[in-house]
């Protein structure tokens, strides 16, 4: 029944994927904490652990949210909004907008989750793990793998990403106000070089291209005068025009 | 700290409200949308164009108009530190690790040269 055994392997399926067995692909994903991503994640949690001490909450807080959100700009804006004494329900509608994003993440990454096998309930708890980080390697990595394999890898990947932004957090709390404001700084800077370089790394067709520099493009101009929905119309918008033109030219 | 997280298990409480009811929702529902997109249609490759436009928008956004610590740099050595770092990613064969350190590497030393000036 299993069309994949019989299948030849995708061209640029990595090695250790032939043959190999679920196990093996969740801790292949796991193994995303020693790479640039999960190093880039947990450095941009430390940022997120002082934010948390700075608002005098406490450590259990930092690596709650971390763990149940797991989306660093939706933390960031629950801690920022709280500590500005922001009503429950304002912060509620700020998170969110900060979460629509989401959406069409967990969208696109569908058809590489949801293999024939597999439960529900799995493919369904899976979709935690969407944030931009494990979106960038899910879509990187998830392609070239054997069906099979593809639902374990990306639970190894959420599982990894998830350790890496904890314990950043809970480091960043305890180290917080010990670090000089320029190691801060260049640590927060880590969050925008790894999104833009992971996804110009990713990008293949004409169409990826035209969408990152138009939803670069729209996003500050949108910001000014729609600052709640910037992000969603700048990628709605650059992403249809990119998809449109990538479609005239094949 | 906001009153509504000085009880303790009250805190968590309301942070567990927070998550369940403004943030997962999202994501399941980007699950239950997903069901039908196959990996190779139309409908699939302009989702994807919009996921990758949105986060493009972040990238300029968190550049252009930090918040907190990042707004204390100036916006030129930002954005210096921002071409520095794909250029450094494009010369090392595309290495996201040289790209990503080497962009901070560069916001920092610029930095520490400014203060050291001033």
Same mark, same amino acid.
């Not at chain 2, 595309?94 to 590497?105: C, Q």
């Given at each position: 029944m299993s069309v994949d055994v019989i299948a030849a392997a995708h061209p640029d399926a990595p090695g250790w994927s032939l043959g190999a067995d679920k196990p093996t692909a969740f801790a292949h994903g796991l193994a995303v904490l020693l790479s640039t991503p999960g190093v880039v994640l947990f450095l941009t949690a430390l940022g997120f652990g002082t934010l948390v001490r700075d608002a005098s909450m406490t450590l259990g807080h930092a690596v709650f949210l971390s763990l149940a959100m797991y989306a660093l700009p939706a933390q960031v804006m629950v801690v920022d909004q709280l500590q500005r004494g922001a009503t429950l329900l304002a912060v509620a509608f700020a998170v969110t907008l900060t979460a629509v994003r989401l959406l069409p993440m967990t969208v696109s990454l569908q058809p590489y989750i949801r293999a024939r096998e597999g439960s529900r309930l799995a493919q369904f708890a899976a979709v935690h793990f969407i944030a931009i980080t494990a979106w960038i390697e899910g879509n990187r990595r998830l392609p070239a793998l054997p069906e099979r394999l593809r639902l374990a890898h990306f639970y190894g990947i959420g599982f990894g990403m998830v350790a890496a932004t904890s314990s950043g957090s809970a480091v960043g709390y305890v180290l917080a106000q010990r670090m000089p404001l320029i190691l801060q700084a260049a640590l927060l800077f880590m969050t925008p070089s790894y999104f833009l370089l992971s996804t110009m790394a990713a990008a293949g067709h004409r169409r990826d291209w035209i969408a990152i520099v138009l939803g670069g493009a729209l996003a500050p101009l949108v910001y000014v005068w729609m600052p709640a929905a910037d992000l969603l119309i700048a990628g709605l918008v650059g992403g249809s025009v990119a998809y449109l033109a990538g479609r005239s030219t094949t | 700290m906001n009153a509504a997280l000085q009880d303790g298990y009250g805190g968590y409480l309301v942070l567990s409200a927070i998550v369940l009811l403004a943030h997962e929702p999202w994501r399941w529902l980007g699950f239950a949308l997903g069901r039908n997109i196959k990996a190779d249609g139309e409908v699939f490759l302009w989702v994807r164009a919009v996921a990758t436009a949105l986060v493009s928008g972040m990238v300029t956004k968190l550049v252009l108009l930090p918040a907190g610590t990042l707004a204390s740099v100036p916006l030129a050595v930002r954005g210096a530190a921002l071409v520095g770092?794909?250029?450094?990613?494009? *010369?090392?064969?595309? +290495? @996201?690790?040289?790209?990503? =350190?080497?962009? +901070? *590497?560069? @916001? *920092? @030393?610029?930095?520490? @040269?400014?203060? =050291?000036?001033?």
């Open positions: - | 770092g794909i250029a450094i990613y494009t *010369a090392t064969r595309r +290495s @996201l690790a040289f790209g990503v =350190g080497g962009g +901070s *590497a560069i @916001l *920092a @030393l610029i930095e520490w @040269l400014r203060a =050291g000036v001033w």
